[in-house]
């Protein structure tokens, strides 16, 4: 990694940060630049202090680091709160607006209140006139913004257009005219520029729906899983899904399982105050055998706790949600690659097994921006594992929805279809759906239920193993930790160390035998968790009797850097 | 042609003489009246004595959640329009633990004939008093006796400007019958409210009870698409309670709005993942 | 003698020009002219930007989950009946996921002022539409706009027989002032529907189109206690907007009616732990 | 054990089972046995087959056994179904009213219902006729039965009184001038009659409620917990409390932490479907440091499963329920004595310790009747844990409701009281309650909710061994299995085996220290659970590291019986 420019925009909700924050992104991506980037936010809509953080390199990064390089500041908060991040750095500051208490030699201030009313005759091109600025600064060409720009507003017709590129050169050249240090934070865009997409965690998982031939989507808004619910319904027409805005959870997992039941492959978005609303029904997808996908994007609790921050706090209530015991599966992405892949295998598990599968995200994951390579859409296959027309009318006995078999697998056909009659019920039933209490029923229909789980596990991919497999030192982490950890596996054999991670995305059923295989050749293993009580960790220890020797935690809304994972290895003494 | 038989018959677990027979009745003799074969016919209900229903007439069948016999529905019918969605449930089940649904999905209008048996208790868990059980009812729970206003299901739909507003009677299943016919046959969510003796645990409105006081609607001069008029309507209730249809007001269903409904039912759509790429090239 | 400074100033997360401001006025000055201390005030809430105001006044809180504001505030008023409880609530939290406690509460009728603020949009997540929202209003998830019949809160708890039933508007604050005032000292269950523009989400009905339409429903002859007449009214909704008091029905509340509660505040009640070996000798 | 009589009536729902079997219960135990009653019963109100089965003996006696000496039969099921159950037995029928396909010498016909149509006129006092019969074919007297009924019928008027005394005489005198077998089922009632209960599971937990002072109970009805819900009710005036059925479980638990909030001992009962329901308002009692116990009473699931059955599948469920991380309490009583004195003990966990705290029981505890050793009510003791008007006075800083200290618990005040204010929010907040979103205090915050647990956790007595502390063979239970397991223990170490058992009832936080020192001395333990995944075991094996040796598992709904445990031990190999 030759380059590595940190660059964080702060200010209030409603003062533009996203626009500006997502051209400049942009930008970068088109410069050829590897881009992560990051939103901070409050749970309001206007005002409190947010930020949106750029990091730009040459090489591929999925995590944020701690010291800024560059500081826009939109509000006098973000110099008060971020001074101490800069390390050598830049504040670009308009002082005509923001009265500054802090004083510091970084501070650079550009009168960009007044360029924009100069320039374009309007205070709202302020926004433009700082990304020029920070163009300038890094000492790139300008015409990569301005075609960013151009596409933004292409709607608003031409004139604005005009003003925005007036207002970004006016930035541009008024750092070039003013600031002391020169090209002191030039970047060199690569040469190759590789063909990379720039893509949320959130618009990767809409898109692996989207690919998986998604139906019918129902859904409560709840921060941050709204994004995946708006991404698919932005692209509804086109791919003729039915979104539906639930009145509450409930009705949201229960309209699709009706709707699954019926045919359509069914989803449903939410974050855990809407899944704790979502939980009796998880049973009925189970007991009824009704696919499902339930996107769970987490974020702290418990109860409303932190709208808008991270957390990995609802693995446990994942895994035991419900009453009874039955069969579900959990996937956990880390990267836009895996939710957009992961979340077509979801709904391929689902058919297959008839059983809700969940894909877990969160706020970290769903909100950051990445480069990553061109996903792979003919990757994505859909397999609904439907009887057929013909099988049906070929057999002849009645149609039986639980129809016991070696795997608990009961070949699956759609109301009416071919005549036959489809039942489903909450209650224990026999084979045809109908209620059963009697005591051996029970057994047969558990036994079957649990064994798709045994069968399912079989199939569970191995963790992957990120760095030498044979070091020294094994961090361990599931789901959105995946980019921070595999930073610090470089950063520590860069310095000598012998590092590696084991980064879990198929969490339930645990692959036991992979599991173990690949953990218990470790000497020593750190888990390294955004939770307090460590809920990975305790799954590996119950499920795969592997006892972690360290753990790394951070449960204060916040996601993982690398250094704040290496300060932490450090003062436990594990490097 | 569709014949009773066809719709089979079952044992069923409710205590003789329950107003349920009669319901069950009616709706299969509807079924067979509008030539519906059991494999068009999907029923969703929830959890009571009411909605263990479908289990007693061949037919598709989604017994859900305690509450949750509508959203299913819903779902269903979006995913297969073709299918003739019924939802059968209870006063608690459907006024009670699922009364947000009650209110939503009238506003959502699909086209689904909910059947409410509305035997004013709780019947499968014993007898504690329902949102419609009256003043003065005394159970094991409401040992004064029920002071919280009944709530009229009928003023409730009219108020949401449900498309299609009827009350029924278990103890008049020729009525009853004609009633989910037509109901079946509206193009959007059509309540029948039915009036069920429950022999076991509701001693207060027996059939003797309802039989006095229950009267048919269809006089001269009543307008179906007056809300006020009908609202006045379905605030009578006591000496005489009408039955029949209170209100309707004819407008698109819920999938009649939605375009991607034109081309035929939800899940016989061939995914167009071939345009996924073209979405890609947009992050590009 | 209560004066609004006891109420404090807080500094709020709401945005520049949103019609909160305006309630949380009207609230404080309610109870200032009510002379209500705020440690005799609980404010019950939910979760959305409406739910937030608790905060910023001076008063008892209980700002609970996004949909349950009246539960909690139904606990509070029968554990202790000396408290002035508020249930403050958006129209996403109070008709849409708490919909169902809208209903039966209504129907208990607690001596409880529920004002929804009515913006008809969800604010805090910024920008769905509401169960009130308007019919054609296009958001990121109702991308072809809403078709969804619109709740009318008013119409729906006059058919729950309210027994008191109003709507203020948050761009008249001495008159949504008088109508909270009156609302509190109503006994049992208020409903103050308040239409609040959202300045960053409802472009439809902003300041301007409310201020152009609504209009004072106190006029000669208007009978408060017609149910038949709030209803009509009730329905009037378009060039002209009616606000004010539509519906009341005087009748006992929830609390009068638990006998348990006429010697004082239940918490207060001294355990009569002696009598349970009374209750044991029984099982002898 | 000298005296083992196990009697069992069969029957359709309707048939007056639970009336007969009530009479008869009370009436042994007023004889001086000791007496154990459980019922069968569908999800229906009439027909089906159910049973009502007494057990009798003049030790103190926990589970049913399963071989029966008299069967009572009502219906023809009831012989088809039990008749292999019969272990040198007498069946009791009316065979004017039954047919009876099978051929067994053990029926015996008696004409109940023409002796009733002919004493008193009228075929309802066949069940009396039936009543008196056993009383005869026990060769105990008739008086305390008839005194039973006195009981039972004193408002229905002498006449009534009269006729069912007779029907018992007639019954009764049938049977000695009938029955050959004289008096082969002659039972001795004990000379030494104790002062004992007769008492159901579901009573004792509502007694317990009414001990502790419950002042507010709301809930929505759902078998098996609804007669907690009824016998509070049954009492609320005398004991001033309001009982409130809910719209739903949602509004339940949110009524209960709103009136605690305001002072007001409060409780909910359910089971697991209603709990789904509870679930976010679990997590908004920890947040908001409310008090509130949840009497959660098990059944089958997933969904609506086997809804008048048995099963202890939710304990995960409880331990993991709602999104988030935060302190919660799970106490489970295995005999009436037990659901008396934890429900009694939830309340002072929840207003100390200012969290959620469940007691859990099951279908077979709730509804099995047990005698045992009276109440003590003066064991229980109220412990508020609440700011005195004065203390509130005499401080001079703002009360703030989440005040940091060193065990986490913040002095509790009461909204109005004294003029403070008390503030309560589901979102992170300070210590005064208002919103806050910082991480410095988020991290302050979590602890000092999690803070409680530990602190919590030393409080927790040790569970408790039944038999030898130094047996070579430990049995390992929770809940509702104390009964046979501890009849387990008998049965094997008379036989000369070397058996104990450790019985769990304060299960979370686990009492991890005690649990270590008793389970590590154990070569080998076998833990039995009436679920189909072991979930206690696996709570022992995250919590405390404890690897139970075997497992033995019941999940067709029912309950264990000493039997079953017996023969499943065997079939392991561990005795
Ligand atoms: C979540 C949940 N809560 C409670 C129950 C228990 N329950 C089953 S049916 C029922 C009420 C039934 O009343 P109603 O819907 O009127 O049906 P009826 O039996 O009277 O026909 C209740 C409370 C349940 N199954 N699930
Ligand atoms: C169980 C649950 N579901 C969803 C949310 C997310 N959420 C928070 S506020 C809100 C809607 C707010 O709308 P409204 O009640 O109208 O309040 P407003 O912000 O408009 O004042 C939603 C959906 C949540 N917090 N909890
Ligand atoms: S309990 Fe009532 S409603 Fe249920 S089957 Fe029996 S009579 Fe009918
Ligand atoms: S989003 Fe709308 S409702 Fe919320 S504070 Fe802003 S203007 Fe007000
Ligand atoms: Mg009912
Ligand atoms: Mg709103």
């Not at chain 1, 865009?189 to 618009?203: A, F, H, I, T, Y």
């Not at chain 1, 070091?471 to 054999?493: C, H």
């Not at chain 2, 709706?27 to 004595?49: F, H, N, T, Y």
């Not at chain 2, 779902?75 to 939802?87: D, F, M, Q, S, Y």
Request: charged share 20%.
């Amino acid at each position: 990694m030759n380059i590595d420019l940190n660059l964080k925009i702060g200010g209030a909700a409603g003062q533009g940060l996203q626009t500006t924050g997502m051209a400049l992104a942009k930008t970068f991506k088109k410069n050829g630049f590897h881009v992560f980037a990051t939103q901070y936010y409050l749970s309001r809509v206007r005002g409190g202090h947010n930020t949106f953080q750029i990091r730009i390199s040459d090489s591929s990064i999925f995590a944020m680091t701690e010291s800024v390089d560059l500081l826009l500041a939109l509000d006098g908060e973000s110099i008060e709160q971020h001074l101490s991040e800069l390390n050598d750095g830049v504040i670009v500051v308009d002082l005509d607006v923001i009265e500054v208490k802090e004083n510091s030699d970084s501070i650079f201030h550009i009168p960009m209140l007044k360029i924009a009313k100069d320039v374009c005759g309007d205070k709202i091109y302020s926004n433009s006139v700082s990304m020029g600025a920070v163009i300038g600064l890094l000492c790139l060409e300008r015409s990569d913004l301005e075609s960013v720009l151009k596409a933004a507003f292409k709607k608003k017709g031409e004139e604005i257009i005009q003003k925005n590129i007036d207002a970004v050169r006016a930035g541009y050249n008024y750092v070039k005219d003013n600031y002391p240090g020169g090209c002191k934070f030039a970047v060199k865009d690569p040469d190759k520029k590789e063909n990379m997409m720039l893509v949320s965690g959130n618009e990767a998982a809409g898109l692996g729906a989207l690919a998986a031939g998604v139906q019918f989507l129902a859904a409560y808004p709840m921060t941050p899983s709204t994004g995946v619910m708006n991404y698919v319904a932005a692209n509804a027409d086109t791919f003729n899904v039915v979104v539906e805005q639930a009145e509450d959870e409930i009705a949201a997992l229960n309209m699709i399982l009706g709707a699954s039941f019926a045919g359509a492959r069914s989803m449903t978005t939410t974050s855990g105050g809407g899944f704790s609303l979502m939980t009796e029904a998880l049973g009925l997808a189970s007991i009824t055998e009704t696919p499902a996908v339930i996107f769970l994007c987490q974020r702290p609790g418990p109860a409303t706790g932190l709208p808008t921050m991270t957390e990995q706090g609802d693995l446990q209530f994942a895994l035991y949600a419900a009453q009874g015991e039955f069969p579900r599966c959990i996937l956990a992405p880390g990267t836009p690659e895996e939710c957009f892949y992961l979340m077509a295998e979801a709904f391929n598990i689902a058919d297959k097994y008839q059983i809700p599968v969940f894909v877990m995200s969160d706020q970290y994951l769903a909100d950051s921006l990445f480069t990553c390579p061109r996903f792979d859409a003919s990757k994505v296959t859909i397999e609904r594992h439907l009887l057929s027309n013909s099988q049906l009318s070929a057999s002849k006995e009645e149609y039986k929805r639980y129809k016991l078999t070696p795997n608990g697998i009961s070949p699956r056909a759609l109301p009416g279809q071919a005549g036959v009659l489809v039942i489903a019920d909450s209650d224990e039933h026999d084979e045809f759906g109908h209620i059963n209490e009697t005591p051996d029923n029970r057994i047969k229909m558990n036994d079957k239920r649990m064994k798709k789980l045994e069968v399912l596990r079989e199939e569970m991919p191995a963790p992957k193993v990120y760095g030498n497999p044979d070091a020294s030192l094994t961090l361990v982490g599931w789901g959105s930790t995946y980019g921070p950890l595999a930073e610090v596996v470089d950063i520590l054999n860069d310095k000598g160390k012998s590092v590696n991670l084991v980064h879990f995305t198929h969490i339930h059923p645990l692959p036991v035998e992979h599991t173990r295989k690949i953990l218990t050749k470790s000497k020593k293993t750190v888990c390294v968790e955004n939770n307090s009580s460590g809920q990975f960790s305790r799954l590996l220890k119950v499920d795969a009797d592997i006892q972690i020797t360290e753990h790394v935690l951070r449960y204060d809304g916040k996601p993982f850097s690398p250094e704040f994972i290496i300060a932490a290895l450090k003062e436990k003494e594990v490097i | 042609m569709v014949i009773m038989d066809d719709y089979g018959k079952f044992e069923t677990a409710w205590c003789p003489g329950c107003g349920n027979f009669g319901i069950l009745k009616a709706i299969k003799q509807a079924l067979v009246d509008l030539d519906r074969s059991p494999d068009e016919v999907l029923i969703a209900s929830g959890i009571g004595q009411s909605s263990k229903l479908p289990h007693y007439l061949r037919c598709n069948t989604f017994n859900g959640l305690h509450g949750r016999s509508l959203p299913p529905a819903t779902g269903a019918k979006v995913a297969n329009h073709e299918l003739t969605v019924l939802a059968v449930t209870g006063d608690g089940d459907c006024y009670g633990e699922g009364g947000n649904h009650f209110l939503h999905t009238v506003r959502r209008n699909p086209d689904i004939t909910m059947i409410v048996h509305d035997n004013q208790i709780y019947g499968l868990t014993k007898g504690q008093a329902s949102p419609t059980s009256e003043i003065g009812m005394k159970t094991k729970v409401q040992t004064h006796g029920v002071f919280n206003m009944p709530l009229n299901p009928l003023s409730l739909a009219i108020s949401l400007d449900c498309s299609f507003v009827s009350r029924g009677y278990a103890g008049n299943i020729p009525h009853l019958t004609k009633l989910i016919e037509k109901a079946i046959q509206h193009k959007g969510l059509s309540l029948v409210d039915v009036l069920q003796p429950c022999v076991s645990f509701n001693k207060l409105n027996t059939f003797k009870w309802y039989s006095e006081r229950v009267y048919d609607i269809e006089e001269p001069g009543y307008e179906l698409n007056d809300r006020v008029k009908a609202f006045e309507k379905s605030l009578e209730w006591g000496d005489r309670i009408p039955l029949g249809i209170f209100y309707v007001n004819e407008k698109p269903s819920f999938e009649e709005h939605i375009e991607v409904l034109e081309s035929g039912p939800l899940y016989k759509n061939i995914p167009k993942t071939e345009l996924v790429n073209k979405l890609i090239d947009g992050f590009i």
